[in-house]
């Protein structure tokens, strides 16, 4: 996700755009480096900042929003507060509610519904204007994820048809923090909404990597989002799309080098059979049929026996269930790589999965005894 702010005072690229001409030529260019997603701004929401009228905000954010409408396969989606900047860029032409303010606000939760889009809800302790306060938690993690998980099911619960998740790096958070909730990547992961990391050129950066300049942190945000995709995060939201987009490119291609080597071990749970619906014919939607589940974790067994020390099965079970049960999938290739996403977002010690979903009743014209479909995940 390519940022794109159009604001004269963004701690990092505030005032970078002469108009709106320049801004929408620049969301070109950062999807032609990679990006899949550009979020257009109007309102600051660095530490300190105040909030703008709105029209002023509308008047930042419609005009490039509309230049960018017509962009063949560029997904734009607006980053705002405010229903009411919602709804008119989604007019104009948007696709997605990045909400710092996590979808808290009714309104805006009936403007991503109606108009059928997916909404971000993102985690802030506070306002742009407080949140660095002293910020301050018990336990960081179980309290930002007991907020996001209340905030996505009240979005869905009212109709917004997909949320993604932000722990909001930065957002009243202290360092420790944040450190805190990229270790937890994995465990948001695992509640199967994508979960997005904004940590490009922020203050934590700065003061690890000794770089007060916004402009020269990219080398450390690479490193985060690096470590944040590892862990499983399915949007990265970044300024240096290029440098990134290399960064990860580097990084798969190490393979093993990059990631930790795979567990010498394993573990398979095999024959996991459910009823589940999918298919892309409407008898299989009404119906269903019976589908059987293989999952094969390499990890690193314990010598202790201990059962704190091994993957838990019955979790396991619990989210291929869950998976196969819950929701309709018209390929079994897509729920398997659904499946294989859920084991490596509900436990960091493995490695690698192998996910297979077999189909015994497919509707072929023909005896055929099994339909399989296979793949393998790495961390």
Known sequence: MGIVNVT??????????????????????????????????????????????????????????????????????????????????????????????????????????????????????????????????????????????????????????????????GFGKRDEDNVALLRAVPRFAAGGRPVVIGASRKGSIGRWGGASDPLRRDPGSHVVHLAAARAGAALLRVHDVAGHRQALAVQEALGDVATGPLGRDRIVLEGLAFHGYHGVFDEEARFGARFVVDVEMRVDLPAADELAGTVDYARIYDLVAREVTGTRYRLIEALASAIAARVLGADARVREVTVRVHKPHAPLPGVVRDVVAEVVRRR
């Open 8 to 169: 004269p005072d963004s701690f990092s690229d505030g005032g970078r755009y002469a108009g709106p001409d320049e801004a929408a030529a620049d969301a070109v260019r950062q999807a032609a480096d990679g990006a899949r997603i550009v979020d257009v701004g109007g309102e600051s929401t660095r530490p300190g900042a105040e909030p703008v009228p709105l029209d002023e905000e509308l008047r930042r954010v419609l005009p490039v929003i509309e230049r960018l409408a017509g962009a063949d396969d560029l997904v734009v989606s607006v980053d705002t507060r405010r229903p009411e900047v919602a709804r008119a860029a989604l007019a104009a032409g948007a696709h997605l509610v990045n909400d710092v303010g996590g979808l808290r606000h009714p309104e805006m939760r009936a403007v991503c519904a109606e108009a059928g889009v997916p909404g971000v809800v993102m985690h802030m302790r506070g306002t742009p204007a407080t949140m660095q306060d002293d910020p301050r938690y018990d336990d960081v993690v179980a309290e930002v994820e007991a907020f996001l998980n209340e905030r996505a099911e009240a979005a869905e619960a009212d109709g917004v048809p997909s949320v993604a998740i932000d722990p909001g790096w």
